[in-house]
T-cell receptor, first 115, second 112 residues
Framework: EPEVTQTPSHQVTQMGQEVILRCVPI?????FYWYRQILGQKVEFLVS????????KSEIFDDQFSVERPDGSNFTLKIRSTKLEDSAMYFC?????????????FGAGSRLTVL | RKEVEQDPGPFNVPEGATVAFNCTYS??????FFWYRQDCRKEPKLLMS???SGNEDGRFTAQLNRASQYISLLIRDSKLSDSATYLC?????????????FGTGTRLKVLA
């Protein structure tokens, strides 16, 4: 079964450092997403990406965040100058809305701990 | 009003019980609806899509009421392995966006 792959599974960083989280979406999917889940809280939408550009972003996705699709397979989330409150699980997801099968498939997540 | 609202629970039920969860959504233009299951510290996984006419998958039945803007999930004959958090997800495709909005989730504990 096709899957979304995320690396690293866990990253520990110092406050103020830059972090890049990587994702390989399902190969024939066209829509990519990043979500965040702070421990014990709800899954929060960060950003959606289609056709090599951001299609929508939430108020959480401020200037410290950026996304990129550097090649045909990877989709990255960069967090510049991390803050303590950025500690969370970051989930990448993809979907194939073009076919009408608009199910969202998640990766296993990258746990970010900011010290 | 929150975009997608769920009772956080926990719902503690004995094995074999029937349990139902509801979810309400605020945007009447929402087009697609789902129930996801999330185990502790894991990613959400699709349990089932919710269709307008209602649909069933084994012990699980989902219903959609567009007029009242709520979705329900019924679990029959609960198993210990059903213990998880159940997330209501709404896909807002209005105005050309494709945002999936999550409820807070309802925790279910099935007790032996």
């Amino acid at each position: 079964e096709p899957e979304v792959t995320q690396t690293p599974s866990h990253q520990v960083t110092q406050m103020g450092q830059e972090v890049i989280l990587r994702c390989v979406p399902i190969s024939n999917h066209l829509y990519f997403y990043w979500y965040r889940q702070i421990l014990g809280q709800k899954v929060e939408f960060l950003v959606s990406f289609y056709n090599n550009e951001i299609s929508e972003k939430s108020e959480i996705f401020d200037d410290q965040f950026s996304v990129e699709r550097p090649d045909g397979s990877n989709f990255t989330l960069k967090i510049r100058s991390t803050k303590l409150e950025d500690s969370a699980m970051y989930f990448c997801a993809s979907s194939d809305l073009s076919s009408g099968a608009n199910v969202l498939t998640f990766g296993a997540g990258s746990r970010l701990t900011v010290l | 009003r929150k975009e997608v609202e769920q009772d956080p629970g926990p719902f503690n039920v004995p094995e074999g019980a029937t349990v139902a969860f509801n979810c309400t959504y605020s945007n009447s233009a929402s087009q697609s609806f789902f129930w996801y299951r999330q185990d502790c510290r894991k990613e959400p996984k699709l349990l089932m899509s919710v269709y307008s006419s209602g649909n069933e998958d084994g012990r699980f039945t989902a219903q959609l009421n567009r007029a009242s803007q709520y979705i329900s999930l019924l679990i029959r004959d609960s198993k210990l392995s059903d213990s998880a958090t159940y997330l209501c997800v709404v896909n807002d495709r209005s105005a050309g966006t494709y945002k999936y909005i999550f409820g807070t989730g309802t925790r279910l504990k099935v007790l032996a």
